[in-house]
């Protein structure tokens, strides 16, 4: 991902993060030939603290984890089910180079019954 690129990216989540309703669960999982969670036990409930936990990372976030490979984070998000009551809603933000589409395609159709 070039300089202007991540920092779209990070345009782009912030504007995400400041929009998001009181009390939602939240969490980012940043992706590339790895990935890892911002919480890594699972969504958070979106209070200042999270927030503030959220920006710092948004802050610090650098094109630096390889190649866009969205698959296997997918899976890791799909093998938990949604909180009670909440919708699971993904927004994905990236480069746009995936390469691995028709496989991305079919899982996220796979899991359109419980996710947005």
Known sequence: MSGSNIHSVRTTLLLFLKSLPQGCYFNIVSFGSHFEALFPNGSLQ????????????????????????????LKSIYSNPPKPEYSRQILLISDGSVFNVSQVTELVARNSYDTR
């Not at 990372?57 to 390889?66: F, I, S």
Request: aromatic fraction near 4%; glycine fraction near 10%.
């Open 46 to 73: 979106y209070t200042e603290g999270t927030l503030k936990e959220a920006v710092k990372l948004h802050e610090t976030m650098k094109a630096d984890m390889g190649g866009t490979e969205i698959l296997n984070p």
